[in-house]
């Protein structure tokens, strides 16, 4: 197995990530596929190569940017929809309830240690595992087959791992296998 170091990380990585991804999800005979996105676009794109396969778009909840917004485009939306992905919006995985702690309370929950934590590894990595909880604990991805998570810095996607997904009260049953790609520079 070869792994792809990116020089730096966002949104410039999206194609080699996805093709990668791709690969790599083929070699192993993957068939779960999830990425994150917020407008909708790494998704489209994402759909538009991983044909026949489970995928599950994964997006900012509600209100992630501002009260009562969708970062979701309605476009995006209708053509991730007319190609069968499973879109998933819902309260983060690592940063619900307890974010309201921390901005009410100034303090720290955690979850949200967790995820700085993950984010040693580098912002996408951190996704790859939020949204792994979030989309086992939607049923829309097994606990017990691997799959691969592909997420990103800001926007667009620079990482992908192999991993088999846990529910999120069993989130030490996660396991990554492998790091397909990820930026250098986190």
């Known amino acids: 197995m070869e792994y792809t170091y990116f020089d730096k990380s966002g949104p410039a990585n ?10 790599r999800a083929r070699e192993l005979d993957i068939k779960n596929i999830m990425v994150a996105t917020a407008s909708g676009a790494t998704a489209v794109k994402a ?11 994964v997006t900012h909840s509600a209100g992630f940017s501002a009260k009562d917004s969708q970062e979701l485009t309605a476009e995006n ?5 007319k190609g069968g992905v499973k879109i998933l919006t819902c309260q983060h995985a690592l940063g619900g309830v307890n974010r309201a702690a921390r901005r009410k309370l100034n303090t720290y929950q955690m979850d949200e240690i967790i995820a700085y934590t993950l984010r040693t590894m580098g912002q996408g990595f ?43 009260q069993d989130f030490f049953d996660l396991k990554v296998h492998e790091i397909i790609c ?5």
């Open 14 to 23: 999206t194609e080699d990530t996805l093709r990668l991804a791709l690969s």
């Open 47 to 57: 759909a538009g190569i991983f044909s026949g396969f489970n995928l599950v778009a």
């Open 77 to 81: 939306r209708k053509v991730l929809e």
């Open 126 to 168: 951190k996704v790859c595992l939020e949204m792994a909880l979030m989309a086992a604990d939607a049923g829309l991805v097994s606990v017990q087959q691997e799959a691969v998570a592909i997420g990103g810095t800001g926007s667009g996607a620079d990482t992908a791992v192999v991993l088999t997904p846990a529910n999120a």
């Open 182 to 186: 990820k930026p250098r520079n986190i």
